[in-house]
């Protein structure tokens, strides 16, 4: 199970774009997908561990989240972002 990481392409952000936002101060937390997520970062830098590994990602960054995942969310700048489940 590993977090996927690419810079979005012109499709991503048009589709996610119409996503919903969410947004976060700098901050350390655990948390854990009961479904996969996908992600267009528009702010922040944030590094995600988990079990087998880490994740390092940013603004303009498109980041998947596998389902039944569990990690540690370090955000190390403010976070603006819209996402999809499922």
């Given at each position: 199970?590993d977090?996927?990481?690419?810079?979005?392409?012109?499709?991503d952000?048009?589709?996610?774009l119409?996503?919903?936002t969410?947004?976060c101060?700098?901050?350390?937390f655990?948390?854990?997908?009961?479904?996969?997520?996908?992600?267009?970062?528009?702010?922040?830098?944030?590094?995600?561990?988990?079990?087998?590994?880490?994740?390092?990602?940013?603004?303009?960054?498109?980041?998947?989240?596998?389902?039944?995942?569990s990690c540690?969310?370090?955000?190390?700048?403010?976070?603006?972002?819209?996402?999809?489940?499922?």
């Amino acid at each position: 199970m590993d977090i996927l990481v690419r810079k979005a392409t012109e499709d991503d952000k048009a589709r996610m774009l119409t996503r919903p936002t969410w947004s976060c101060e700098a901050s350390e937390f655990s948390w854990h997908y009961g479904d996969g997520e996908k992600a267009l970062l528009l702010e922040g830098e944030v590094i995600v561990t988990y079990d087998g590994g880490s994740a390092s990602f940013g603004a303009g960054d498109y980041v998947e989240f596998p389902k039944g995942m569990s990690c540690i969310w370090k955000v190390l700048k403010p976070v603006n972002k819209h996402y999809e489940f499922g």
